[in-house]
Antibody
Framework: EVQLVESGGGLVQPGGSLTLSCAAS????????MDWVRQGPGQGLEWVGR??????????EYAASVRGRFTISRDDSKSSVYLHMNSLRTDDTAVYFC?????????????WGQGTTVTVSS | DIQLTQSPSFLSASVGDRVTITCRAS??????LAWYQQKPGNAPNLLIY???TLQSGVPSRFTGSGSGTEFTLTISSLQPEDFATYYC?????????FGQGTNLEI
């Protein structure tokens, strides 16, 4: 079964840091790009960023709202992707989803984790 | 960033109705547009990709069309399980963006 499982969410103070993890199973992780998407309380979806595969040098893309504060990394040996979040703000409060783009990268996100909740509050 | 505007934001309908949701992009995205369905407490589910291709396992009552800046998602005959929030997403230009969502309710 293809599956993504996020972990690492929690309560953090403004200005703090947190790292989310996503463990993948059921597919050849190393062959896929991976994306993060978030959803604030009662809000819509916001694309956070992408990490490409080894063939594309693990390069990354980010939304403007997180660029310079968030970093996406991956460990293909562990079939895991990570979202390192620094300088957190209250508006980063959201459910964070790990997602897998369909092969071809521009064809939508066909696998989603259940999400992990990040709350930024003092 | 490319802005996606969905209309309507709220849609009230009945079982058996045919409904259409529109997604307009602030600049062209070719056909790199996807549609998702999200039910409360769940992750989104991919319905349509590259504007008109039905994702495996999605009922054929869902159809997508459009290219460039205007796209539509049509549900031909609403079923009870279709009442949810629908989002479009452009995957043509980074940063990828989502529409604000359309809440389809009874």
């Amino acid at each position: 079964e293809v599956q993504l499982v996020e972990s690492g969410g929690g309560l953090v103070q403004p200005g703090g840091s947190l790292t989310l993890s996503c463990a993948a199973s059921g597919f050849t992780f190393r062959d896929h790009y991976m994306d993060w998407v978030r959803q604030g309380p009662g809000q819509g979806l916001e694309w956070v960023g992408r990490i490409r595969d080894k063939a594309n040098s693990y390069t990354t893309e980010y939304a403007a709202s997180v660029r310079g504060r968030f970093t996406i990394s991956r460990d293909d040996s562990k079939s895991s992707v990570y979202l390192h979040m620094n300088s957190l703000r209250t508006d980063d409060t959201a459910v964070y989803f790990c997602t897998r783009p369909k092969t071809g990268a521009t064809r939508g996100l066909d696998v989603w984790g259940q999400g992990t909740t990040v709350t930024v509050s003092s | 960033d490319i802005q996606l505007t969905q209309s309507p934001s709220f849609l009230s309908a009945s079982v058996g109705d045919r409904v259409t949701i529109t997604c307009r992009a602030s600049q062209g995205v070719n056909s790199y547009l996807a549609w998702y369905q999200q039910k409360p407490g769940n992750a989104p589910n991919l319905l349509i990709y590259v504007a008109s291709t039905l994702q495996s396992g999605v009922p054929s009552r869902f159809t997508g069309s459009g290219s460039g800046t205007e796209f539509t998602l049509t549900i031909s005959s609403l079923q009870p399980e279709d009442f949810a929030t629908y989002y479009c997403q452009q995957l043509n230009t980074y940063p990828y963006t989502f529409g604000q969502g359309t809440n389809l309710e009874i």
